[in-house]
């Protein structure tokens, strides 16, 4: 059977829902659509999906993706146009294309996020790029205690890269996350930096974006198969 | 404030997805193009709220007037309500986020007692006078309706307007005159503007009538202080179903709702004629829908959801008089989307049981039940014309069918109640479970959970004058259930005996129960109906500070000849026939249904000028039990 993969964007009002607000949102966009959807078996079966990563209630992403099963296969346009206009504001679909057979899922495929994170006003730039050139420079072990056990971490084991950049309105902080490891999380790795920076602030979810999920080997290759540099949108 | 809400209170909310405002099907409409413009206010959670067939019926109907505008408002949750008062921030609806003070009309849905302390916190948190009375004309008009509004009485000096009955007509001939006083360039009194909403049919308007009391504290009478006040409001209904608007496409929550289904309802009204229950009085007559236009529907709903699962409502769906050819073809359509059909209760025989085994998508875990009473003698008495025969036969029918539990419903309390009865409910309890293992001879067990809730008497039923049991005896009585039904090998569960208290004072209550809500919320009661957020407590000092008894209310038999706080309030039901029905539930005489036997006089189709409304004459499948 064949699988397709949706790249969408959820963002402004949209950026708001749960992962699981989400996962129903797209099960009835799809179901309203009349694509023939691949259902499970038993009493009450479900539409065969399968998500990327999930996102946080408030963090928007800009290229996130969703792979679904179909009896048959139809034009990509076609495919398409019917599933584009089902979407409540804030989720809006890129594109989509047939997978290849045997590719692997999302899950297997996506090992890093970029997260940009907009640093509130009045943010202190010199101590937040020597927090940068430190998370850069050298390797010595940055503390994180996690708040449910206590058990510490390096939050440095969860970084893959970072910059500083100006933007229009404010700072950016960018933030390449390896995936997987789950020992910190976004709120704690960005709880850390800003401890840090010794600047106030603290982890507010509206500020972030997902910008990329990537495969990182060497180079970058994200799940719709294109080619990518380091921070290249 | 629609920019500041966004940016500013959703990150503090834990489920900020209940105020975006932009579900699918939502209608967002021109604000400066509308010329009467209404929120929806549903006085308790999103999820409560979103799961409700009033709101979606009255939301769709007034959006498809080109000049009216409706928006939908929730009880804010606790962390919403903190957010508001810290920065001093006023309700705002969801569609535009636009504070409430903004509508022309606040209209609030009465689909429960303890709901009542969330509208006076909504009022107040829109900005508006909690008392009508210091209300100006600027102020936006506060309009309630709903089952409740059966008897509104506590709620009078709050609610400018109630609606009595159906909204679908009554609603749009409100919103009519709205429009024509806004087109009217001559300045309008608050008080000018009530008197002529007071000329619509089913319109009650709390302030055109004083009550007096007696020495003893019972009502004694009511004074109209408008010229042309009627001696009584009478209750609106929809005369035919299939030609009123029907929403096909609601709105479908973001945040999980209670229940996240289309809803296909069947038919309004049920004449089985339980005593105990005021739904069955107060939609009366029956009146179904056709099948070609259920079906019609069906696949609309289908279509604009992309729901997973449509629900068959109505009082008592397996009573539709046609539901073979209901049935088949639905099951057709549902089948080809992978949507599953569910029935919100089953009639207790094993007819119904077959039905609901053969419906797709039913998840075979849990049926449920309600033979409310444990006797023989107490159901004759409430008129549940259900038997033990009925109750085992469904039982045996649904564990062959592979269900895996049974949840049983019980009311304790009920009038004439003694120890056999509740021994009945053991003994009830013992036999489920013995045909249960039976019937399912061995390949699975079967898990039985009895939930039983407390009496509460309500208006315009033929047990409006029974009282409540006092408390003491009522948890008494739950205990001794409890260890009955443990005993028997079954769960128990109960619903808290102070909320059921609290229901019974507030649905026989009168005007002086106002000052207990307004004191109850200031002392912080909001969501009485979630046991987590009620406290009793509370609800006592309220009623100490205000000296009001409530057993007064809640415990006390009425005497027929009593003036009832209700009394303006018409449903169409004869007193009559109320007071048959009471003194033939006392000598435990039942009374058939007038679907299928003569008519019992209850009074609606002469006093209402309808006929019941069925789609096949002489039904087959209402005797409740098939050869």
């Known amino acids: 059977m064949p699988e397709y993969r949706i790249e969408y964007s959820k963002k402004n009002s949209a950026r708001w829902l749960s992962h699981l607000e989400l996962i129903r949102t797209f099960i009835r966009a799809l179901r309203r659509s009349g694509l023939p959807l691949v259902f499970s078996q038993g009493f009450n079966p479900h539409p065969k999906l399968s998500y990327g990563p999930s996102l946080g209630v408030g963090v928007a992403g800009m290229r996130e993706y969703l792979d679904m099963d179909l009896v048959t296969g139809l034009p990509l346009a076609e495919c398409l146009s019917a599933i584009a206009q089902q979407f409540p504001p804030g989720i809006e679909i890129r594109c989509l294309l047939e997978l ?41 072990p940055i503390y994180y205690q996690r708040p449910k056990d206590g058990k510490l971490f390096d939050a440095r084991s969860a970084l893959a890269a970072c910059r500083l950049a100006a933007a229009e309105d404010g700072l950016i902080l960018d933030l390449l996350v390896e995936l997987g490891g789950g020992a910190v999380s976004l709120r704690g790795l960005v709880e850390t930096l800003f401890s840090l920076a010794a600047t106030a602030g603290c982890f507010e979810p509206a500020r972030v974006t997902r910008m990329a999920l990537l495969r990182h080997n060497g180079g970058f290759v994200n799940p719709i198969g294109e080619r990518k540099q380091l921070w290249e949108a | 404030m629609e920019q500041f809400v966004l940016d500013d209170i959703l990150s503090h909310l834990e489920k900020p997805a209940r105020y975006l405002g932009s579900e699918w099907n939502t209608v967002h409409k021109d604000w400066d193009g509308a010329s009467v413009r209404m929120a929806f206010a549903f006085p308790d959670l999103y999820e409560v709220g979103m799961s409700h067939l009033g709101l979606q019926i009255l939301y769709g109907l007034v959006n498809t007037y080109p000049d009216y505008l409706m928006e939908r408002v929730f009880a804010p949750a606790p962390d919403l309500e903190a957010e508001l008062r810290r920065r001093g921030l006023p309700l705002f609806s969801l569609e535009s986020h636009r504070p409430l003070r903004d509508f022309d009309i606040l209209g609030f849905t009465l689909q429960y007692e303890l709901t009542f302390t969330n509208i006076l916190n909504m009022i107040d948190l829109a900005g508006i006078s909690l008392l009508a009375s210091e209300r100006s004309a600027f102020d936006p008009l506060v309009i309630a309706g709903g089952p409740v509004a059966a008897n509104p009485e506590p709620l009078a000096p709050f609610i400018d307007a109630f609606v009595i009955g159906e909204g679908e007509e009554a609603l749009p001939e409100i919103l009519a005159a709205i429009r024509q006083i806004k087109l009217d360039n001559t300045r309008w009194e608050r008080g000018d503007i009530l008197k002529k909403l007071a000329g ?6 709390p302030s055109c009538y004083s009550v007096e009391y007696n020495r003893e504290g019972r009502v004694q009478g009511f004074t109209g202080l408008c010229p042309d006040t009627p001696s009584q409001v009478r209750r609106r209904l929809v005369p035919d179903l299939d030609t009123v608007y029907y929403p096909t496409a609601p709105v479908v929550p973001l945040v999980e709702a209670v229940h996240e289904r289309g809803m296909l309802e069947l038919f309004r009204g049920c004449t089985r004629g339980c005593r105990f229950c005021q739904a069955g009085m107060i939609y009366r007559p029956v009146r179904e829908r056709h099948t070609g236009n259920l079906h019609r529907q069906a696949g609309e709903i289908i279509d604009n959801t992309g729901y997973e699962e449509l629900s068959l409502v ?16 639905l099951r057709d359509r549902c089948a080809r989307s992978r949507t599953g059909i569910s029935l919100p209760s089953l009639r207790v025989d094993s007819f119904s049981v077959d039905v609901a085994r053969q419906l797709p998508g039913g998840r075979r875990t849990s049926l449920t039940l309600a033979p409310e009473a444990g006797t023989q003698r107490l159901r004759d008495v409430i008129n549940k014309g259900v038997t033990e025969a009925d109750l085992l036969d469904a039982v045996a029918a649904a564990t062959a069918a592979g269900w895996s539990a049974i949840k049983l419903y019980f009311m304790v309390g009920l009038p004439t ?32 959970s009895v939930s039983a809730s407390s009496f509460v008497p309500k208006a315009h039923t033929p047990f409006q004058w029974e009282g409540q049991l006092p408390r003491p005896l009522l948890a008494e009585r739950h205990a001794f259930l409890r260890d ?8 128990y569960h109960w619903h808290d005996i102070g909320t059921s208290f609290l229901e019974a004072v507030l649905a026989r209550g009168d005007r002086r129960l106002a000052g207990v809500l307004v004191e109850a919320w200031r002392r912080g009661c909001r969501f009485d109906g979630w046991t987590e957020h009620f406290h009793f407590d509370r609800w006592q000092e309220s009623f100490r500070a205000v000296d009001l008894d409530p057993e007064f209310y809640a415990a006390r038999k009425l005497a027929y000849e009593e003036v009832l706080p209700w009394n303006l309030i018409d449903a169409g039901i004869d007193r009559e026939f109320l007071i048959r029905e009471h003194r033939r539930a006392l000598a435990g005489v039942a009374t058939p249904d007038c679907r299928r036997a003569s008519c019992e006089g209850c009074g609606v189709c002469p006093a209402l000028e309808v006929e019941p409304q069925l789609v096949k004459k002489a039904p087959s499948n209402l005797s409740g039990k098939l050869t």
């Open chain 1, 100 to 140: 290849p057979p045997s590719a692997p899922g999302l899950g297997k495929m996506v090992n890093c996020a970029w997260y940009r994170l907009a640093l509130p006003a009045g943010q202190n730039v010199d101590a937040w790029q020597q927090t940068v050139d430190r998370l850069v420079g050298d390797d010595l």
């Open chain 2, 200 to 205: 619509i049919p089913g319109v009650y308007i």
């Open chain 2, 314 to 329: 109505s009082l008592s769906s397996l009573d539709y008089s046609d539901l073979d050819g209901l049935l088949q073809p």
């Open chain 2, 417 to 448: 109640e003694e120890q056999a009865d509740l021994e009945g409910i053991g003994d009830l309890v013992r036999k489920v479970r013995q045909t249960g293992r039976s019937a399912a001879r061995g390949k699975h067990k079967l898990r039985i």
């Open chain 2, 484 to 491: 009955l039904v443990r005993n028997s090998g079954a769960d």
